[in-house]
Protein backbone atom coordinates (compact mmCIF):
# COMPACT_ATOMS: atom_id res chain seq x y z
CA UNK A 1 0.00 0.00 0.00
CA UNK A 2 2.72 2.29 0.88
CA UNK A 3 4.67 1.65 -2.47
CA UNK A 4 1.31 1.92 -4.42
CA UNK A 5 1.17 5.60 -2.15
CA UNK A 6 4.45 6.84 -3.17
CA UNK A 7 3.81 6.14 -6.89
CA UNK A 8 0.61 8.19 -6.85
CA UNK A 9 2.32 11.04 -5.33
CA UNK A 10 5.18 10.87 -7.72
CA UNK A 11 2.49 10.42 -10.64
CA UNK A 12 1.26 13.67 -9.74
CA UNK A 13 3.90 15.62 -9.44
CA UNK A 14 5.30 15.23 -12.84
CA UNK A 15 2.09 17.25 -14.56
CA UNK A 16 2.89 20.20 -11.95
CA UNK A 17 6.68 20.23 -12.88
CA UNK A 18 5.78 20.05 -16.35
CA UNK A 19 3.23 22.73 -16.24
CA UNK A 20 5.93 25.27 -14.58
CA UNK A 21 8.22 24.69 -17.00
CA UNK A 22 5.51 26.16 -19.69
CA UNK A 23 5.26 29.07 -17.39
CA UNK A 24 8.68 29.93 -16.83
CA UNK A 25 9.17 29.56 -21.05
CA UNK A 26 6.36 31.61 -21.58
CA UNK A 27 7.04 34.35 -18.68
CA UNK A 28 10.29 34.45 -20.66
CA UNK A 29 8.93 35.37 -23.74
CA UNK A 30 6.76 37.79 -22.32
CA UNK A 31 9.74 39.88 -21.04
CA UNK A 32 11.86 39.07 -24.04
CA UNK A 33 9.28 40.60 -26.66
CA UNK A 34 8.61 44.48 -26.50
CA UNK A 35 5.27 45.66 -28.77
CA UNK A 36 6.63 48.53 -30.69
CA UNK A 37 4.50 51.98 -30.22
CA UNK A 38 3.14 53.09 -33.48
CA UNK A 39 4.37 55.89 -34.97
CA UNK A 40 1.89 58.98 -35.42
CA UNK A 41 2.53 60.49 -39.14
CA UNK A 42 4.38 64.30 -39.40
CA UNK A 43 2.93 66.34 -41.69
CA UNK A 44 5.47 67.70 -44.18
CA UNK A 45 4.89 70.31 -46.66
CA UNK A 46 6.15 68.65 -49.52
CA UNK A 47 8.50 65.83 -50.54
CA UNK A 48 12.37 67.45 -51.47
CA UNK A 49 13.35 67.77 -55.17
CA UNK A 50 16.96 66.71 -54.34
CA UNK A 51 17.70 63.89 -51.98
CA UNK A 52 21.51 63.17 -52.20
CA UNK A 53 24.22 65.63 -51.46
CA UNK A 54 28.32 64.18 -51.28
CA UNK A 55 31.56 65.90 -51.83
CA UNK A 56 33.47 65.92 -55.08
CA UNK A 57 36.14 63.25 -55.06
CA UNK A 58 34.19 60.86 -52.16
CA UNK A 59 32.01 58.90 -54.04
CA UNK A 60 32.67 55.93 -51.56
CA UNK A 61 32.46 57.67 -48.56
CA UNK A 62 30.41 56.97 -45.53
CA UNK A 63 26.58 57.38 -46.20
CA UNK A 64 24.22 59.99 -43.14
CA UNK A 65 20.57 58.94 -43.61
CA UNK A 66 18.24 62.19 -42.38
CA UNK A 67 14.30 61.30 -42.49
CA UNK A 68 12.22 63.75 -44.24
CA UNK A 69 10.39 64.61 -41.09
CA UNK A 70 13.92 65.97 -39.29
CA UNK A 71 14.71 67.91 -43.26
CA UNK A 72 11.23 69.27 -42.74
CA UNK A 73 11.98 71.16 -39.17
CA UNK A 74 15.54 72.37 -41.06
CA UNK A 75 12.75 73.56 -44.14
CA UNK A 76 10.57 75.66 -41.04
CA UNK A 77 13.03 76.70 -38.54
CA UNK A 78 16.16 77.63 -40.99
CA UNK A 79 14.42 78.16 -44.53
CA UNK A 80 11.30 79.90 -43.09
CA UNK A 81 12.45 81.39 -40.26
CA UNK A 82 9.35 79.86 -38.16
CA UNK A 83 9.77 79.17 -33.93
CA UNK A 84 9.48 75.62 -33.05
CA UNK A 85 6.24 75.95 -31.55
CA UNK A 86 4.92 77.51 -35.14
CA UNK A 87 6.94 74.37 -36.82
CA UNK A 88 5.02 72.51 -34.42
CA UNK A 89 1.84 72.88 -35.18
CA UNK A 90 2.34 73.09 -38.90
CA UNK A 91 3.45 69.57 -38.18
CA UNK A 92 0.95 68.34 -36.00
CA UNK A 93 3.59 67.41 -33.82
CA UNK A 94 4.28 68.20 -30.25
CA UNK A 95 7.08 70.84 -29.78
CA UNK A 96 9.11 68.61 -27.89
CA UNK A 97 9.28 66.27 -31.22
CA UNK A 98 10.44 69.10 -33.40
CA UNK A 99 13.20 69.63 -30.58
CA UNK A 100 14.43 66.35 -30.89
CA UNK A 101 13.87 65.76 -34.77
CA UNK A 102 16.00 69.94 -35.45
CA UNK A 103 18.52 68.39 -33.03
CA UNK A 104 19.23 65.12 -35.13
CA UNK A 105 19.11 67.10 -38.25
CA UNK A 106 21.28 69.29 -37.27
CA UNK A 107 23.89 67.05 -35.95
CA UNK A 108 23.46 65.38 -39.52
CA UNK A 109 24.27 68.34 -41.50
CA UNK A 110 27.24 68.93 -39.63
CA UNK A 111 28.49 65.37 -39.79
CA UNK A 112 27.82 65.66 -43.26
CA UNK A 113 29.53 68.96 -43.73
CA UNK A 114 32.46 68.11 -41.19
CA UNK A 115 33.66 64.66 -42.35
CA UNK A 116 33.53 64.87 -46.09
CA UNK A 117 30.41 62.38 -46.19
CA UNK A 118 27.41 62.08 -48.26
CA UNK A 119 24.36 62.74 -47.11
CA UNK A 120 20.85 60.94 -48.61
CA UNK A 121 16.95 62.15 -47.51
CA UNK A 122 14.91 59.68 -47.10
CA UNK A 123 12.00 57.57 -45.60
CA UNK A 124 10.50 57.88 -41.97
CA UNK A 125 6.91 58.56 -40.95
CA UNK A 126 5.51 61.05 -42.57
CA UNK A 127 2.26 62.32 -44.48
CA UNK A 128 2.77 64.79 -47.53
CA UNK A 129 0.13 67.91 -47.08
CA UNK A 130 -2.55 68.30 -49.72
CA UNK A 131 -2.34 72.07 -51.58
CA UNK A 132 -0.17 73.57 -48.95
CA UNK A 133 -2.28 74.34 -45.95
CA UNK A 134 -5.68 73.04 -47.51
CA UNK A 135 -5.80 69.26 -45.53
CA UNK A 136 -8.16 67.15 -44.15
CA UNK A 137 -9.25 63.62 -43.33
CA UNK A 138 -6.13 62.10 -45.56
CA UNK A 139 -3.45 63.79 -43.26
CA UNK A 140 -4.33 62.12 -40.15
CA UNK A 141 -6.33 58.94 -40.44
CA UNK A 142 -4.59 56.21 -38.63
CA UNK A 143 -3.27 53.65 -40.95
CA UNK A 144 -6.08 50.92 -41.66
CA UNK A 145 -8.45 52.53 -39.66
CA UNK A 146 -11.91 53.48 -40.80
CA UNK A 147 -13.21 55.45 -37.82
CA UNK A 148 -13.08 58.56 -36.45
CA UNK A 149 -14.17 61.07 -33.72
CA UNK A 150 -14.23 64.74 -34.95
CA UNK A 151 -15.21 67.46 -32.34
CA UNK A 152 -15.45 71.26 -33.60
CA UNK A 153 -16.10 74.11 -30.83
CA UNK A 154 -19.96 75.17 -31.66
CA UNK A 155 -22.10 77.60 -30.57
CA UNK A 156 -25.38 78.22 -32.98
CA UNK A 157 -24.00 76.34 -36.05
CA UNK A 158 -21.24 77.98 -36.28
CA UNK A 159 -17.46 77.30 -35.09
CA UNK A 160 -16.70 79.07 -32.35
CA UNK A 161 -13.98 81.50 -31.89
CA UNK A 162 -12.21 81.21 -29.14
CA UNK A 163 -11.02 77.33 -28.17
CA UNK A 164 -10.53 78.01 -24.61
CA UNK A 165 -14.20 79.81 -24.06
CA UNK A 166 -16.11 77.16 -26.10
CA UNK A 167 -19.64 76.78 -24.25
CA UNK A 168 -20.19 73.70 -26.29
CA UNK A 169 -18.56 70.79 -29.26
CA UNK A 170 -20.06 69.08 -32.25
CA UNK A 171 -18.99 65.64 -31.69
CA UNK A 172 -18.93 63.60 -35.32
CA UNK A 173 -18.76 60.21 -35.64
CA UNK A 174 -16.98 59.29 -39.07
CA UNK A 175 -16.95 55.92 -41.19
CA UNK A 176 -15.38 55.68 -44.44
CA UNK A 177 -15.17 59.05 -44.68
CA UNK A 178 -19.34 59.60 -43.90
CA UNK A 179 -20.95 61.44 -40.93
CA UNK A 180 -22.33 58.65 -39.14
CA UNK A 181 -23.77 60.31 -36.27
CA UNK A 182 -23.88 63.73 -34.51
CA UNK A 183 -24.46 65.43 -30.91
CA UNK A 184 -23.84 68.37 -29.53
CA UNK A 185 -22.24 68.17 -25.99
CA UNK A 186 -21.91 71.49 -23.05
CA UNK A 187 -18.81 72.03 -21.60
CA UNK A 188 -20.09 73.37 -18.45
CA UNK A 189 -17.70 75.63 -17.36
CA UNK A 190 -14.87 73.75 -18.43
CA UNK A 191 -12.38 75.79 -20.20
CA UNK A 192 -8.72 75.94 -21.65
CA UNK A 193 -6.42 73.18 -20.54
CA UNK A 194 -8.86 71.47 -18.90
CA UNK A 195 -10.64 70.82 -22.34
CA UNK A 196 -7.94 68.64 -23.60
CA UNK A 197 -8.98 65.90 -21.06
CA UNK A 198 -12.42 66.39 -21.80
CA UNK A 199 -11.77 65.64 -25.13
CA UNK A 200 -9.70 63.25 -24.39
CA UNK A 201 -12.93 61.39 -22.33
CA UNK A 202 -14.79 61.80 -25.22
CA UNK A 203 -11.94 59.61 -27.54
CA UNK A 204 -12.11 62.66 -30.13
CA UNK A 205 -8.87 62.40 -32.58
CA UNK A 206 -9.22 65.77 -34.26
CA UNK A 207 -10.29 68.91 -33.50
CA UNK A 208 -11.80 71.74 -35.42
CA UNK A 209 -11.94 75.31 -33.84
CA UNK A 210 -11.08 78.80 -34.59
CA UNK A 211 -8.64 80.77 -32.61
CA UNK A 212 -6.21 79.05 -30.06
CA UNK A 213 -3.04 79.61 -28.46
CA UNK A 214 0.33 78.05 -28.66
CA UNK A 215 0.33 76.02 -25.63
CA UNK A 216 -2.96 74.74 -25.83
CA UNK A 217 -2.12 73.13 -29.69
CA UNK A 218 1.06 71.85 -27.71
CA UNK A 219 -1.31 70.11 -25.09
CA UNK A 220 -3.42 68.68 -28.32
CA UNK A 221 -0.41 67.26 -30.25
CA UNK A 222 0.57 65.32 -26.76
CA UNK A 223 -2.90 64.04 -26.23
CA UNK A 224 -2.65 63.19 -29.85
CA UNK A 225 -5.37 65.51 -31.23
CA UNK A 226 -4.98 66.42 -34.13
CA UNK A 227 -5.93 70.26 -34.72
CA UNK A 228 -7.01 71.91 -37.57
CA UNK A 229 -7.18 76.13 -36.24
CA UNK A 230 -8.09 79.09 -37.70
CA UNK A 231 -11.63 77.79 -39.22
CA UNK A 232 -14.49 80.01 -39.30
CA UNK A 233 -18.23 79.63 -41.14
CA UNK A 234 -20.79 76.21 -40.25
CA UNK A 235 -19.66 73.41 -38.29
CA UNK A 236 -20.99 71.25 -40.57
CA UNK A 237 -19.59 73.09 -43.44
CA UNK A 238 -15.73 72.35 -42.02
CA UNK A 239 -16.65 68.67 -41.60
CA UNK A 240 -17.60 68.88 -45.24
CA UNK A 241 -14.53 70.70 -45.95
CA UNK A 242 -12.08 68.16 -43.83
CA UNK A 243 -14.16 65.16 -45.29
CA UNK A 244 -12.82 66.50 -48.76
CA UNK A 245 -9.19 67.34 -47.60
CA UNK A 246 -9.92 70.75 -48.70
CA UNK A 247 -10.18 71.98 -44.79
CA UNK A 248 -7.74 75.33 -45.03
CA UNK A 249 -6.11 76.05 -41.77
CA UNK A 250 -4.00 78.14 -40.37
CA UNK A 251 0.00 77.49 -39.70
CA UNK A 252 0.46 79.43 -36.91
CA UNK A 253 -1.40 79.67 -33.47
CA UNK A 254 -4.30 82.05 -33.65
CA UNK A 255 -4.48 83.50 -30.26
CA UNK A 256 -2.20 84.22 -27.19
CA UNK A 257 -4.51 84.18 -24.16
CA UNK A 258 -4.19 80.39 -23.83
CA UNK A 259 -0.56 80.56 -23.09
CA UNK A 260 -1.41 82.60 -20.19
CA UNK A 261 -3.40 79.96 -18.54
Not at 58 to 75: D, F, H, N, Q
Amino acid sequence: MARHATDRRSFRRKPLKKSRIIFDKCQKLLENTSVPRPRKKKVISEEPVYRCFGCHGRCGAPKVEMSLEEYETIVLLDGEGLSQEEAAFRMKASRTTVTLLYASARKKVADFLIHGKQLSLGGGSYVVAPDGQKQGIDTCKKEGSKKMRIAVSYENEDVFQHFGQSPSFKIYDIKDKKVVSSSVEATRGVGHRDLIPWLKERKVEVLICGGIGGMAIDLLSEAGIACYAGVTGKADSAIDQFLANSLVSVSTPTCTCHDEK
